[in-house]
Structures are given as C-alpha cells and as structure tokens.
C-alpha cells in the first residue's frame, strides 16, 4: 500500500518504522525536515511539502503535536491534493473538535480519527493499541492497516471525535496518576525511606498501577529522559479540561495535574527539556521547578 505520513516526531517516526517493516511504500513530510532522517534511513521517501507527500496516497497518516499543528496541515489545500478515494488517519492527540473540523474539511467518508495508546517503542514491536473514530465502511476498508500497525485496536464509534475523546480520558488518567505517584515518591524519599525498600514496594504494590511501571525508575532517579514531553503532558490534560467544561463538569483536581505538568516543562533544563519525559513531574515536590503563583 502506497501510505503518506504527515509528522516524522517521535511518535510519527515509529509509525512509518513500523509501516515501512511491514511491507508499505510509506512518503513523509515533516515542517523540520531533519527529522525525517530516521525515517528515510529507514526507506520513506522524503517530500518536500505536505501536498507532495499525499500526491498519489492510498492512505494517509498524520501524526503532530497538538491541534494548531493539525489544523494547519489538514487543510483545504490538503484536502484537494488527496487523491480520489484516498482515506486521512490522524493519530494525534488533538481535541474532539479538532477531529470534527477535519472532518469537516475533507469529508464525512474520508477522515477517521486513530490515536495511539502506547510508546514509540510499543508502536515499533506491534504492540501497541488504535482507538478508531470514524464511517464504519472507511474503518472496514482499512483492516490490514490496522493489523500491521497495531496489535490491538477499540472501535470506539461512527464520530471521529469520540476516539479522540477516549485518547484524552486514557491521557488523564496516565498523567494524574503519575503525578501522584511522583509526590509518594519525593515525599518517602525526603522522609527517608530506603531506596530498595520504596523500589520494592513501589514494584510490588497493586496500588501502583501497571501503566506507571515503566516509569519508577524515571520516579526514583534524577535521569528523567524519555519520549512524553512535559509540555506535551501540560496539553492534554488542558484539553480534558476543555473537554470537561463543554460538559458544565468541574473537575478540581485536573486544574493542579495541569499546573504540575506545566511548571515541569517551564522549567527543564534547555539543554534536556527536549528529551525529558513526563516522569520529571517529580521535580515539582521535590522543589525544583516551582508552580506559578495566580
């Protein structure tokens, strides 16, 4: 299958690894063009604008950072390069929406919505999950891409936007347990907990969920790098919120999970913030990237 891929970041570089492992012709576009050098290592073919890279596309993937990224690709100039009967998946984390004005824009039978629960890492092994959003006859068309993508994936309805919906619920909960998880951490290390025995516990309790696992030794250290950025982590739980306000629901807790985030990555070292992952929210308790006061 002849696939474009819009976004060569950590997220969308697994993408077309994993694509290009399983046998597709796979075109990338990325605004920073040296980031689609894993990609052509790898044997995408490097275009030089968006409208290029879908030129010809069975299908074609979108992986960007946040919703102004999308919306300012997935536009109406993108939408008359796509060739006729072609499909656009995007698998960003963006706004419900952001998920209904792409589809707005491109047409109710050509846009599905398939955010990726998982690591760059999971994406690369087949491992990780799809949360499809979309016209069932485009989802059905697409079956074998699913499979070679993915090892799993939950149909979460005909509305694109409820996949992005379930995308941020899954985020939410990752990112407000992780944050409490990093304040046990910081508070039994302060009170001086031995390392093992808070390594052990931490590794061994049913109060840890499994999701956080792959994070403790981000927790317990100082070494924080990782592929979530913390501003990435600030986004989307900022977009729960709004999610959560379009519902008149008030949420107290989300506003300080968002603060923790935000003052993580303003206050990265420039040098390491673009590396650090979402685990350095530990460095909020510990004193070392202050909160904003209001």
């Known amino acids: 299958m002849h696939l474009a891929l819009l976004g060569t970041g950590r997220m969308g570089t697994a993408i077309a690894q994993r694509l290009l492992e399983a046998g597709h012709d796979v075109t990338v576009w990325n605004r920073t063009r ?4 894993a ?9 030089e604008s968006p409208g290029a890279a879908v030129a010809g596309a069975e299908v074609v993937l979108v992986s960007l950072a946040d919703d102004a990224a999308v919306l300012a690709t997935v536009d109406e100039a993108l939408a008359e390069a796509l060739s006729p009967g072609s499909v656009l998946v995007d698998a960003s984390t963006v706004g419900p929406t952001t998920s209904r004005e792409e589809q707005r824009r491109l047409g109710p039978d050509r846009f599905l919505a398939a955010p990726v629960l998982g690591a760059p890492e999971a994406v690369r092994g087949r491992a990780a999950t799809l949360l499809l959003g979309g016209p069932e006859q485009a989802r059905l068309q697409l079956a074998a891409l699913w499979e070679d993508l993915a090892g799993a994936h939950v149909v979460c309805g005909e509305d694109p ?14 990112l407000g347990s992780l944050a409490v998880c990093a304040e046990a ?4 290390q302060a009170a001086g907990v031995a ?11 049913p109060l840890v969920a499994p999701g956080l696992q792959n994070r403790l030794d981000l927790l317990l250290g100082q070494d924080h790098r990782g592929w979530f950025a913390p501003a990435l982590g600030a986004k989307d739980v900022r977009l729960f919120e709004e999610l959560a306000a ?7 807790v989300a506003p300080a999970v968002a603060a923790a985030y935000q003052a993580t990555a303003e206050g ?4 390491s913030g673009a590396e650090e992952d979402v685990a350095a929210v530990v460095e909020v308790p510990r004193g070392n990237r202050p909160l904003r006061t209001h």
């Open 34 to 37: 040296s980031k689609t050098a």
């Open 39 to 47: 990609a052509a290592a790898a044997g995408a073919v490097v275009a």
């Open 161 to 174: 936007a409820l996949a992005t919906t379930m995308k941020l619920v899954a985020n939410y909960l990752l």
């Open 185 to 188: 951490v910081a508070t039994a």
């Open 195 to 205: 390392p093992k025995v808070l390594e052990g516990f931490l590794r061994s309790s």
């Open 246 to 252: 379009s519902a008149a629901l008030r949420l107290p």
């Open 268 to 271: 990265a070292d420039p040098a």
